[in-house]
């Protein structure tokens, strides 16, 4: 079946770590974005790759790094600066630049410790 | 940036009443799209409408979007108890790249 697989579902940071999370696709679509989402809030856009080796910075990336190496994988970094980190992340692709439908993971919950 | 606004914020009615959800947004747009999701899972897309279209019907969807007063609604008919989640809207700039801003939201509840 194709989708969107982030892992793990539930993260924990302790103070000063990066963490990673985790976004692979088999999908075979172009472009990938990762989201933010607080409690009770909308979406908030991190970071997006429209192609492999090629990201842009959306509305918050301070605190946050990405890669995009190959096609099916786009991780999103957690870095220490990131001084507010505990939210719902959520990665997505999209499906065709005609529709302009986005596929959504299942999420990972970050905590801090 | 935030650019759609959702109203009302939280809305409960009883099982088979319609629900209307309105989303606000201040650019022009090349479409507008609406979501649903699940407590703790990811969103779900439900129906697109395009900048040059006012109506759009999916099953027990109805979504209309009057670009003069940058406004667009979701109607759920005969609600059912499935159908509590929390719903998006979200727009696709026209000058923008290929990336959607999501509204706040509407958190649904729907009573057996």
């Known amino acids: 079946d194709g989708g969107i697989t982030q892992s793990p579902k539930y993260l924990f940071r302790k103070e000063g770590q990066n963490v990673t999370l985790s976004c692979e696709q088999n999908?075979?679509?172009?472009?990938m974005y990762w989201y933010r989402q607080d409690p009770g809030q909308g979406l908030r856009l991190i970071y997006y790759?429209?192609?492999?080796?090629?990201?842009q910075k959306g509305d918050i990336a301070e605190g946050y790094s990405v890669s995009r190496e190959k096609k099916e994988s786009f991780p999103l970094t957690v870095t220490s600066a990131q001084k507010n980190p505990t939210a719902f992340y959520l990665c997505?692709?999209?499906?065709?630049?005609?529709?302009?439908?986005?596929?959504f993971g299942s999420g990972t919950q970050l905590s801090v410790l | 940036s935030q650019q759609g606004e959702e109203d009302p914020q939280a809305l409960s009615i009883q099982e088979g009443e319609n629900a209307t959800m309105n989303c606000s947004y201040k650019?022009?747009?090349?479409?507008l799209q609406w979501y649903r999701q699940n407590s703790g899972r990811g969103l779900v897309h439900l129906i697109l409408?395009?900048?040059?279209?006012r109506e759009k019907h999916s099953g027990r969807l109805r979504v209309t979007l009057d670009t003069s007063k940058k406004s667009s609604s979701l109607l759920i008919t005969a609600s059912r108890a499935a159908d509590t989640a929390s719903y998006f809207c979200?727009?696709?700039?026209?000058?923008?790249?290929?990336?959607?801003?999501f509204g706040q939201g509407t958190r649904l509840t729907i009573n057996p």
């Open positions: 650019t022009s747009i090349n479409n």
């Open positions: 790759s429209q192609i492999v080796n090629d990201f």
């Open positions: 999908l075979n679509h172009d472009a």
């Open positions: 997505a692709t999209l499906s065709d630049r005609g529709s302009g439908k986005l596929f």
């Open positions: 409408i395009r900048s040059n279209e």
């Open positions: 979200a727009t696709d700039a026209v000058q923008g790249a290929q990336k959607l801003v």
